[in-house]
């Protein structure tokens, strides 16, 4: 696929971030903002429903939108119903679930501090407070409504400071752990700073790499974490010691070092194979050039960490990188708007849109075999939700490729057979 606009799924009212689905809910979160800048432009995250519509196209429709004040999220995770979103220097933690009336009236006659929305029915009422650096505080607002359906209700948990950088601190990764025990967060300052989930309390605070952290991942029973910074490493960390540093370049040789950084990291399962683990990195170029390089996917396995396979994956740098949770493709975002979709097996592209957003893809996030107990991919591969700079949710799906039924084939397979018989017969009278 080429160059071609892609119709909108859902359009913000300021530019986004992050994107998470929620399994067990179905939710689509969504969030960004302007930041604290006087331009009027707001910060929230907003509460999508995600339906299918047909087998192939998909709608979405918000459902809730949580204020976030003068800060904007720029990274979030999402696990059993908890959001950790970065807010600046800090990491936000808040709790979501979907309230009946009847369940809403009893947590605001508790005095519960959160914010409910259905549709356009709300009315803001307060705001909360905010902690201490390690400390934690209740955040949020209360907002009311008069309608008789679910509403989803927003409370919040804990803030905890995850970036110290003196200058100008920000959080730039979060990620639960796989079993939700943990949750680690990366920032400018350079340091992992890993805690103990839901309590919050700081198990590890460590020096990863020298400037900033840009993105991180923790493999399947908390065995080993991967970090990648701007200090052209990638490291394997076994707890806060240092375990081994990845060199994509073995695969490569005659790349000149340093003239290549790691952008990305992500563990992945491998689809029949349950004991099975991959590493996937994405390196871009350092400087960028008239004639630009490309940038480069990396393959590696998840228990030695030894390189698989290397492939380019085109000019454009990369921006951010998303694995299914199957394990069978991987996503990316480009700097320039474009949205790619890989196979896992081999690193060759299956999908492409040049430019499907107007400016930089900030997160991607692929849609789950099912949503809710039922089937959310329809009559497609995969689907991958994509938002960017420019305000814009899109939904890129790969139809199931087409192919015929077994009765069908054998019934063409007899029909060949019947015409070369009687074509026989009839070039050679008395074959048969």
Same mark, same amino acid.
């Given at each position: 696929m080429g160059k071609r606009r892609m119709p909108d799924l859902y359009r913000a009212p300021f530019p986004l971030y992050s994107i998470k689905v929620d399994p067990? =809910?179905?939710?689509?979160? =969504?969030?960004g903002g302007g930041g604290a800048s006087k331009t009027g432009i707001k910060n929230a995250v907003h509460f999508l429903d995600l339906q299918l519509v047909g087998e192939h196209q998909y709608s979405?429709?918000?459902?809730?939108?949580? $204020?976030? $004040?003068? @800060?904007?999220? +720029?990274?979030?995770?999402v696990g059993d119903g908890v959001i950790a979103a970065g807010q600046d220097g800090t990491c936000c933690v808040m709790r979501f679930k979907h309230c009946t009336q009847k369940e809403g009236g009893k947590a605001e006659a508790k005095g519960v501090r959160n914010s409910v929305q259905q549709g356009d029915a709300r009315r803001r009422a307060g705001k909360g407070d905010k902690g201490g650096q390690d400390g934690v505080a209740a955040s949020g607002d209360v907002s009311d409504m008069k309608d008789e359906t679910a509403r989803i209700s927003v409370i919040g948990m804990a803030e905890v400071q995850s970036d110290l950088n003196p200058q100008d601190p920000l959080q730039k990764v979060v990620r639960f752990s796989p079993d939700l025990s943990l949750l680690l967060t990366g920032g400018t300052d350079g340091h992992i700073r890993v805690w103990e989930f839901p309590s919050m309390k700081k198990k590890f605070d460590f020096k990863a790499h020298e400037g900033e952290i840009e993105d991180l991942d923790m493999s399947p029973g908390n065995k080993h974490l991967?970090?990648?910074? @701007? $200090?052209?490493?990638?490291?394997?960390?076994? *707890?806060?010691?240092?375990? +081994? *540093?990845?060199?994509?370049?073995? =695969?490569?040789?005659q790349i000149p070092e340093r003239t290549y950084r790691y952008m990305a990291c992500r563990f992945g399962k491998v689809e029949d194979q349950k004991d099975t683990l991959r590493l996937y990195t994405v390196q871009i170029p350092h400087k960028r050039d008239r004639k630009p390089p490309p940038c480069h996917l990396t393959k590696w396995d998840g228990k030695s960490f030894l390189p698989m396979l =290397?492939? /380019?994956?085109?000019?454009?740098?990369?921006s951010t990188l998303a694995v299914s949770d199957s394990g069978t493709f991987l996503g990316l975002g480009t700097v320039t708007g474009s949205v790619a979709i890989y196979i896992t097996f081999s690193l060759q592209k299956l999908y492409y849109v040049q430019e499907s957003h107007g400016i930089v893809v900030t997160d991607l996030a692929f849609l789950p075999h099912s949503l809710k107990g039922k089937n959310i991919k329809g009559n497609n591969e995969t689907a991958m939700l994509s938002v960017a700079v420019d305000s814009r949710c899109q939904v890129h799906a790969v139809p199931n490729r @087409?192919?015929?039924?077994?009765? &069908?084939?054998?019934?063409?397979? *007899?029909?060949?057979?019947? *015409?070369?018989?009687?074509? &026989?017969?009839? &070039?050679? /009278?008395?074959f048969i």
């Open positions: 067990k =809910t179905g939710l689509v979160i =969504t969030a979405a429709s918000l459902l809730h939108s949580h $204020d976030t $004040d003068t @800060r904007a999220t +720029m990274n979030m995770a991967v970090t990648v910074g @701007r $200090d052209f490493a990638c490291s394997v960390w076994s *707890g806060s010691q240092l375990a +081994m *540093g990845l060199q994509w370049l073995e =695969t490569m040789p =290397t492939a /380019p994956c085109g000019t454009e740098v990369i @087409r192919s015929f039924p077994i009765w &069908l084939v054998l019934f063409f397979c *007899g029909l060949m057979v019947v *015409g070369v018989l009687l074509l &026989l017969q009839h &070039l050679f /009278p008395g």
